[in-house]
């Protein structure tokens, strides 16, 4: 019996569907006569520190009553609702719970502790945002929790990451195995000690379901992933034992609704030939993933139902959890409300990975603007060429009109700070390469962000033509890049250390000011911003000749 079976039952009758996303459940619950067990699962991912609730642009929500989304008392609820309702259940957690808001940048990981206890979550994975303050900081958040936590490519000789992330967690009651992955990138964009390694999710889970397979009675095995959608499709086809993927990283949106990149579940035949079922739920809390599985007796995923579910206005807040956040806004409130200078259009951070968006130049504009000053004693040789930031660092909008404190630690929450880095024109060349083929040019590795530049960089690329062959064309203030000559690159540390590979790793450089004082410094400067977006990493047409090189080989 495959997933479509479904589609007979519903039309059978079995149940009312809730609303246009949230689909239909099978009436029976347990184990039927055929030794069939039916169980629901409830998950979300990359909540990114939104304990509150907050408007579509990720920021905080001032008026509800013109659409709040998320916010974990709005979860509380709905979670509450559905596990009275279907007593045969996991509420799992995809990862990625640090780093967002002032909730974390201001209280570090104790406040989402307390939060994510509160909501009595069954398990959880580790996101690579989980080590952006270091392992021995994990160490501490873990120590905290009340649930386990999985992660089975994870290995630590950290005391507390070691005592703390195992490899899977048996439910006996309902006789299932949950497995956890973490994506493999995290060192190059994290902060991961040396006694703490990643090793391929694939191969690990594999042994991880040959292990419950070998050494107890579990049939039913589930991975809970933080690696992306594309790779939870790739864990599912190159392995056998699994019957459910619930994930995270990509913020994927799956299901019915407009912008979805694909169905919820999306069904991979693992290499038995078996359907996978997988599924992951946005970001920031805005949806609550909900999936009804019905196992067969030897674990494997007959039938499905469940959709994701809009955490919107038209869910209560819980009333004990929602008075606790607002209480915590407290300490941070005065400091994040201050108005630092206005903006007359809205900076817009939605299309920063996939091409030039306003925020991610302005704040390229400031970095590159910064450290121009402070060189004006310094050769015009020397001084900088122009910024280049990492497009995963730009986190929020910021709606046009008066601009806080608050809005631009949301909209850069790292703590990453400006330095620079002098290469040859050559090596620019292959860095701009890879940052438009997305593969690097110096280990043939992909990055994982685009990237934003300043004003005075100007790059045309032909993304039909093959990685290293992109790029057609690179000035800076109008004159073509000199492979011969040497330029001054303003950037992140946090990149000029390898994160997402768009440089080449290096250790020696200084860290300056952070992003987030650099753009206040800005805005107070040039207030009220009148900046408008601007052409600056521009697509041409098909090539009509053949592709060449702007570096050598």
Request: aromatic letters at 10%; proline letters at 3%.
């Amino acid at each position: 019996m495959k997933a479509s079976l479904l589609l007979s039952a519903l039309a059978a009758g079995s149940a009312a569907a809730d609303d246009v996303l949230y689909s239909r459940r099978l009436a029976k619950r347990g184990i039927d006569e055929q030794g069939h067990y039916n169980m629901s699962f409830f998950h979300v991912n990359d909540v990114h520190s939104h304990l509150d609730q907050y408007v579509k642009a990720g920021t905080d929500c001032k008026d509800p009553s013109k659409g709040c989304f998320g916010g974990y008392a709005r979860i509380k609820t709905k979670v509450n609702e559905l596990r009275a309702q279907y007593p045969d259940h996991l509420w799992l957690n995809a990862g990625d719970e640090f780093q967002g808001t002032l909730f974390y940048s201001f209280y570090g990981g104790e406040k989402i502790a307390e939060t994510i206890n509160d909501l009595k979550f069954d398990a959880m994975t580790l996101g690579n945002h989980e080590w952006d303050g270091g392992d021995e900081k994990l160490g501490e958040f873990l120590k905290n929790l009340t649930f386990p936590v999985v992660s089975c490519n994870v290995k630590s000789e950290y005391k507390d990451l070691k005592e703390t992330i195992k490899n899977y967690h048996i439910f006996e009651e309902h006789g299932l195995a949950v497995i956890g992955a973490s994506t493999p990138t995290t060192p190059t964009i994290s902060h991961v000690g040396p006694l703490t390694t990643f090793l391929d999710p694939v191969g690990e889970v594999q042994k991880a379901i040959w292990e419950i397979r070998n050494t107890t009675n579990i049939k039913r095995i589930v991975a809970l992933t933080h690696i992306g959608y594309d790779i939870d499709q790739q864990l599912a086809a190159q392995t056998e034992g699994l019957s459910l993927i619930i994930g995270g990283h990509s913020h994927t949106l799956l299901g019915d609704m407009d912008g979805a990149l694909g169905k919820y579940p999306t069904i991979v035949e693992d290499l038995a030939g078996n359907e996978v079922f997988i599924v992951t739920s946005y970001r920031w809390g805005e949806y609550l993933g909900s999936i009804d599985v019905t196992f067969d007796d030897d674990g494997k995923a007959l039938e499905y139902h469940g959709a994701p579910i809009h955490m919107d206005n038209t869910t209560k807040l819980e009333t004990s959890l929602q008075a606790k956040v607002t209480e915590w806004r407290g300490p941070f409130e005065e400091f994040a409300n201050e108005v630092i200078g206005t903006t007359d259009n809205t900076l817009d951070q939605t299309a920063c990975q996939s091409g030039d968006c306003l925020l991610g130049q302005v704040m390229a504009d400031a970095a590159f603007e910064y450290l121009y000053n402070l060189t004006t004693d310094t050769p015009e040789d020397q001084r900088p060429s122009f910024a280049l930031i990492n497009a995963g660092g730009v986190r929020a909008t910021i709606d046009a009109g008066n601009i806080t404190r608050g809005q631009v630690i949301t909209s850069f929450p790292f703590g990453n700070a400006v330095t620079k880095l002098t290469y040859s024109g050559e090596d620019l060349l292959k860095i701009l390469e890879g940052c438009v083929s997305k593969v690097n040019q110096f280990n043939d590795q992909k990055l994982s962000s685009w990237f934003q530049v300043s004003h005075n960089l100007k790059v045309q690329y032909n993304p039909s033509n093959p990685p290293g062959y992109m790029l057609v064309d690179a000035k800076i203030s109008g004159k073509s890049i000199d492979p011969a000559k040497k330029y001054v690159l303003v950037t992140v540390d946090f990149i000029a250390g390898g994160g997402d590979n768009i440089l080449p790793k290096s250790g020696d450089f200084v860290v300056l000011d952070t992003l987030d004082e650099v753009l206040v410094d800005y805005i107070k400067a040039k207030t009220p911003l009148k900046n408008a977006l601007e052409k600056r990493a521009v697509k041409v047409g098909k090539c009509t000749g053949k592709a060449q090189k702007m570096f050598s080989a």
